[in-house]
């Protein structure tokens, strides 16, 4: 069984910065794309950014320029770096990844528990 463990959100004021870390365990093979998708009340979900397994990146127009999302092969770790955040960056923030166990032949959609992240005006 695979799994993805979250943390680094929280209370943060406008302008300033947080870091999320996504990490991944259990029995795996081979990761292809991980990112961040985000939920804020009444909206859907959405994507933030997106990393491949050999580095390139795609990122919502919303969030260019502030948000970078680096990775770590070698510790099954993605990053989302968030600067001058702003109050409507409110949101539960998901982490996503493709991931092959090593019992198996295919990859796995595999969401992690959200995050909590509020930008206070």
């Known amino acids: 069984q695979v799994q993805l463990v979250e943390s680094g959100g929280g209370l943060v004021q406008a302008g300033g910065s947080l870091r999320l870390s996504c990490a991944a365990s259990?029995?795996?093979?081979?990761?292809?794309?991980m990112g961040w998708f985000r939920q804020a009340p009444g909206k859907q979900r959405e994507l933030v950014a997106s990393i491949t397994s050999g580095g390139n990146t795609n990122y919502a127009d919303s969030v260019k320029g502030r948000f970078t999302i680096p990775r770590d092969n070698a510790k099954n770790t993605v990053y989302l770096q968030m600067n001058s955040l702003k109050p409507e960056d409110t949101a539960v923030y998901y982490c996503n990844a493709q991931i092959r166990p090593t019992m198996g032949s295919r990859y796995l959609e595999v969401w992690g528990q959200g995050t909590l992240v509020t930008v206070s005006s």
């Open positions: 259990g029995s795996i093979s081979s990761i292809n794309a």
